[in-house]
């Protein structure tokens, strides 16, 4: 009854979190019977904390509106996978590292414990040379891609031949590593950054590589969603 059933290129199964606590859709039912009141007043609380602030009603309104992901959009597993997609129909992407920059902020703020575990994941992920890619895997609805493996790779530090990353998104590991920076700065968790941290160094050395006249901003050539970007970008800096 499980939906959906999530396996990886290798037929690994991927079991959502809500299998250790029902056993079936019947007894999601009954307990949705049985705190109904409970829970509508839960959400009606948390709507009410937001929506009665003295933030800006457009600022309000974005935060409301990007809860929708948690339910719609992502991955929680009993074997340690969690993220949300890009989107759910028109880019399936996991985790997608771009995209989550600015859009993790809610999901970050209320469970700050599996922002650190996404960061995680793309650290095992991370390229020997240093790049973080862009995603954690992808779906096509029937099958899924999870692409990250059990351990990190040996790092063995950037290519001098910088058009070894033709194509390569400069910002991924930039983002990487502000990402690890604004979950440390939220929660002062320092046995994650302890955790973490050799994965930012290593990204911070891939970026420097590309920096082909030492001031500061690497150089780039890659298309960024059909934009194509050539020599210093305002976006990566």
């Given at each position: 009854?499980?939906?959906?059933?999530?396996?990886?290129?290798?037929?690994?199964?991927?079991?959502?979190?809500?299998?250790?606590?029902?056993?079936?859709?019947?007894?999601?039912?009954e307990?949705?019977?049985?705190?109904?009141?409970?829970?509508?007043?839960?959400?009606?609380?948390?709507?009410?904390?937001i929506?009665?602030?003295?933030?800006p009603?457009?600022?309000r309104?974005?935060?409301?509106?990007?809860?929708?992901?948690?339910?719609?959009?992502?991955?929680?597993?009993?074997?340690g996978?969690?993220?949300?997609?890009?989107?759910?129909?028109a880019?399936?992407?996991?985790?997608?590292?771009?995209?989550?920059?600015?859009?993790?902020?809610t999901?970050?703020?209320?469970?700050?414990?599996?922002?650190?575990?996404?960061?995680?994941q793309?650290?095992?992920?991370?390229?020997?040379?240093?790049?973080?890619?862009?995603?954690?895997?992808?779906?096509?609805?029937?099958?899924?891609?999870?692409?990250?493996?059990?351990?990190?790779?040996?790092?063995?530090?950037?290519?001098?031949?910088?058009?070894?990353?033709?194509?390569?998104?400069?910002?991924?590991?930039?983002?990487?590593?502000?990402?690890?920076?604004?979950?440390?700065q939220?929660?002062?968790?320092?046995?994650?950054?302890?955790?973490?941290?050799?994965?930012?160094?290593?990204?911070v050395?891939?970026?420097?590589?590309?920096?082909?006249d030492?001031?500061?901003?690497?150089?780039?050539?890659?298309?960024?969603?059909?934009?194509?970007?050539?020599?210093?970008?305002?976006?990566?800096?």
């Amino acid at each position: 009854w499980y939906a959906p059933k999530h396996y990886d290129s290798n037929g690994r199964r991927f079991p959502p979190k809500y299998e250790q606590w029902f056993k079936n859709a019947t007894e999601v039912a009954e307990e949705v019977g049985r705190d109904h009141d409970e829970l509508l007043a839960a959400t009606k609380r948390h709507y009410d904390i937001i929506a009665t602030s003295t933030l800006p009603k457009w600022y309000r309104e974005m935060v409301q509106s990007n809860f929708y992901l948690l339910p719609a959009a992502t991955w929680f597993t009993t074997n340690g996978a969690d993220f949300t997609y890009e989107t759910t129909n028109a880019g399936p992407w996991m985790g997608t590292m771009d995209v989550r920059y600015y859009g993790r902020f809610t999901q970050f703020a209320a469970f700050p414990e599996l922002d650190a575990n996404v960061l995680r994941q793309f650290a095992r992920a991370q390229q020997p040379s240093g790049f973080i890619p862009h995603d954690l895997g992808h779906t096509d609805g029937l099958s899924d891609r999870y692409s990250v493996p059990a351990e990190a790779a040996q790092y063995t530090g950037p290519s001098k031949n910088r058009q070894d990353y033709k194509d390569y998104w400069c910002n991924l590991p930039i983002k990487f590593c502000l990402e690890v920076a604004s979950n440390y700065q939220w929660t002062g968790d320092k046995q994650f950054l302890t955790q973490i941290w050799p994965h930012v160094k290593h990204a911070v050395a891939w970026i420097q590589a590309q920096d082909e006249d030492n001031d500061g901003l690497p150089e780039t050539n890659y298309a960024y969603d059909g934009w194509k970007m050539i020599d210093k970008c305002g976006y990566d800096a």
